[in-house]
């Protein structure tokens, strides 16, 4: 069963670093595009960039590139979302989500997804 | 940036009931479109790929059209498991872009 497990909730304050986790199971993890995605508290999804385990090729969106940094590390089959000063702002449901790897495509859909990690962001 | 819009935002209807709900693009994404279903407190699940594509195990009673820039996911009779948020997102081009969601509650 492919599976991805999302490291669990955080409280920070404004200002701090963090990084969560996605570990994925039951497929080749270096061979399909991971996605994170943001929800903020009531509002739709958001595509922040996703990253190739393989080689580590990412691409990001305009809105989040700067602001986060996205990696992966293979040999535990985990990828990453940092932020190395969060602003309050940043309080959302963070999501990993599998490419689906129909023809072989980085432009594709998400499937499947993690259950998320809320990241609250208070002073 | 090609924005997705999805109408209505909110939708009421019962059980047995046949909704759709509208995504349209600001310029063309030819079926590049997926819809996803989600639960209050759970992360999306995926329905439908290419624009029409039924995921493996999703219910026939869903089905999307079109292409180019107008889309439509249809429940053709409603059943209690599928009162959700139901999202549609492009992925023909970066960045990808997602419609603000359509609720479907109970009416």
Redesign the interface.
């Known amino acids: 069963e492919v599976q991805l497990v999302q490291s669990g909730p955080e409280v920070k304050k404004p200002g701090e670093s963090l990084k969560i986790s996605c570990k994925g199971s039951g497929y080749s993890f270096t061979r399909q595009w991971i996605?994170w995605v943001r929800q903020m508290p009531g509002?739709?999804?958001?595509?922040m960039g996703h990253i190739y385990p393989g080689d580590s090729d990412t691409?990001y969106?305009?809105?989040f590139r700067g602001r986060v940094t996205i990696s992966a590390d293979k040999s535990i089959t985990t990828a990453y979302l940092q932020w190395s000063s969060l602003k309050a702002s940043d309080t959302a449901v963070y999501?990993c989500?599998r490419l689906?790897d129909?023809g072989d495509s980085e432009?594709?859909?998400?499937?499947?997804?993690?259950?998320?990690t809320l990241v609250t962001v208070s002073s | 940036?090609i924005q997705m819009t999805q109408s209505p935002s909110t939708l009421s209807a019962s059980v047995g009931d046949r909704v759709t709900i509208t995504c349209r693009a600001t310029q063309s994404i030819s079926i590049?479109l997926?819809w996803?279903q989600q639960k209050p407190g759970k992360?999306?699940?995926?329905l439908i790929?290419k624009a029409s594509v039924l995921?493996s195990g999703v219910p026939s009673r869903f089905s999307g059209s079109g292409s180019g820039t107008e889309f439509t996911l249809t429940i053709s009779s409603l059943q209690p498991d599928d009162f959700a948020t139901y999202?549609c997102?492009q992925?023909?081009?970066?960045?990808?872009?997602?419609?603000?969601?359509t609720k479907l509650e109970i009416q």
């Open positions: 996605a509002k739709g999804l958001e595509w691409r969106s305009p809105s999501y989500a689906s129909y432009y594709n859909w998400f499937d499947p997804w993690g259950q998320g | 940036d590049w997926a996803y992360a999306p699940k995926f790929y995921e999202h997102q992925y023909d081009s970066y960045p990808f872009t997602f419609g603000q969601g």
